[in-house]
């Protein structure tokens, strides 16, 4: 599938006729800042009389009366989230970033079409643009949707561990402090904005890293003067991006091509998918002679106390069963996670230890004997 796909190349062109051409289930992650249809009606003037440079471009434009407005963005809305669910992976997510003028409809085609919310992230603008006629609040900031395909599906990139990581070992908000695209990381042209809402470097970053691993495919259906597609390939993932603006194209391949990874960048760019722990059943630890049958085991919580059996299974009173169910039932819970609620005696120490650190211990062995071999004997 990678052969037919244009990676890491800018698209020029509508991107509902440019998504038919990509093949279905080619994308795992799909970052989108569509036109927000703010709807202004006129000019804005600071106090002092100079013009506010506001977004007044043809692209984010749907003309006719405001419910006519509404309703022609509802429709371009649909069509394109429709065709961005047809290229998604069953593996994949997407986000969209939006202002109140458009995020409450897009959300409502997004449920409408069957994705299923995840999130709702705030940026947080430490710099806004003040409200110069002073008749409402200061908008201070925009909101991201972070949605899967559906709700049934089971797999989706997450990267919780690396999201805590990146944040100084806490875990991460739903609220994100970020300052507007400013100073050397903004395109302009003759020293004016190139684009009126191109978003900051620091914002997409986090929406990648959170949500893709290295060498997944990112799709920007919106790139604008190319921020996704920038922050993609310092983070080492392929990328597709699509703009129909010729100007904003040119400007974009342009600034792709000038970037270049950081070793910051790189760091985080190494760190792939977590490793699943190779799994180990209980019965293994008797198989090994770890655990005995007829040894005791007892509940954290409880203090119960349960008895091994041969067959991998525990008994405890008039309950039998696996490490889980027996433990969930000697303490009246829904579920239990056996492997951290039962202890055993250490045989040479006398002491107790979680059963969980002799699964580790057999883990340990077989990672071992993957990396070497099996030992030879004489």
Partial sequence: MSAELPLNQVICGDCLEEMERLPEKCADLIFADPPYNLQLRGELWRPNMTKVDAVDEEWDQFRGSPQESFEAYDEFTRAWLTGCRRVLKDTGTIWVIGSYHNIYRVGKVLMDLGYWILNDVVWVKTNPMPNFRGVRFTNAHETLIWAKKSEKQKKYTFNHHLMKQFNEGKQMRSDWLLPLCTGEERVTIGGRKAHPTQKPEALVYRVILSSSHPGDVVLDPFLGVGTTAVVAKKLGRKWIGIERNEQ??????????????????????QIGPPVKPKRVPFKRLVELGLLKPGDQLTHVKTRAVAVVNDDGTITSGRYRGSIHQVGAAVAGWPACNGWVNWQCRDGSAGEYRLIDEVRCMVRETMTEQAAHGPRMTD
């Fill in 248 to 269: 904003y194209v040119k400007l974009a391949r342009k600034r792709i091509a000038q970037a270049v990874p950081s070793l910051e960048d790189r760091k985080w760019a």
